[in-house]
């Protein structure tokens, strides 16, 4: 079966250190990877999106990896503030094309004071 | 740009009432997406419209649910009778020709009792 796994824990870190979350996916070859941020009582929000021919993409202190060998992207997070608390989706265009995508489940991130 | 709305933001009813969520998406996007939230199943997409078509609705759980997009600017999801495990959160998303980003509603908190 199709799958993208996130890891279901919460990351607890404290602030000012770098916060890395993982999205492995199996039976797919996506063309593109994106992350987005979601709030509570709020819709998931887009951050930042990396194509298969890309092997990172940064945005502020953001910081993406997509492995297309490993099936995995890493998500960074450095100089971490509380504000960057709340749960980080990734998603997969499974048709290779610029419609539909798969959600993960999601990692919620705790940063600390 | 009021980016994309929903309503009403919240909703209970009862077992067997019929449920209408409404979704204006941002002008000028040809594509709209409507999800549904849990905790246990994550974000999973119910159907989606291309130019106001449906074009997958494989993701509709059962014949109550049903979706129209009868304009550019409006859309409606439709639950007819509600059962108590419809009780989710339900997000209208939309998305620009050539841009595989999504751009999520509020979401509608949905409550069948």
């Known amino acids: 079966s199709q799958k993208i796994e996130q890891n279901s824990e919460a990351l607890n870190i404290q602030e000012g250190k770098t916060a890395t979350l993982t999205c492995n996916y199996t039976?797919?070859?996506?063309?593109?990877l994106q992350w987005y941020r979601q709030d509570p009582g709020r819709g998931p929000v887009f951050l930042l999106l990396?194509?298969?021919?890309?092997k990172e993409k940064r945005k502020e202190r953001l910081k993406v990896t997509f492995d297309t060998t490993l099936k995995q992207s890493l998500f960074h997070i450095t100089a971490s503030q509380p504000a960057d608390s709340a749960t980080y989706l990734c998603?997969?265009?499974?048709?290779?094309?610029?419609?539909?995508?798969?959600f993960g489940k999601g990692t919620m991130l705790l940063v600390s004071p | 740009d009021a980016g994309v709305i929903q309503s009403p933001r919240h909703e209970v009813t009862e077992m067997g009432q019929e449920v209408t969520l409404r979704c204006k998406p941002i002008?000028?996007?040809?594509?709209l997406f409507w999800y549904r939230q849990t905790m246990m199943r994550g974000l999973e997409l119910l159907i989606y419209?291309?130019?106001?078509?449906?074009?997958?609705d494989s993701g509709m759980p059962e014949d109550r649910f049903s979706a129209k997009m009868p304009n550019a600017s409006f859309s409606t999801l439709k639950i007819q009778p509600s059962e108590p495990r419809d009780s989710a959160v339900y997000f209208c998303?939309?998305?620009?020709?050539?841009?595989?980003?999504?751009?999520f509603g509020p979401g509608t908190r949905l409550l069948v009792l």
């Open positions: 998303a939309s998305s620009g020709r050539g841009d595989g980003t999504q751009y």
């Open positions: 002008s000028g996007h040809d594509y």
């Open positions: 990396i194509r298969e021919n890309e």
């Open positions: 419209f291309n130019n106001n078509v449906p074009i997958d």
């Open positions: 998603a997969l265009d499974i048709n290779s094309g610029y419609s539909t995508l798969t």
């Open positions: 039976n797919y070859s996506p063309a593109y």
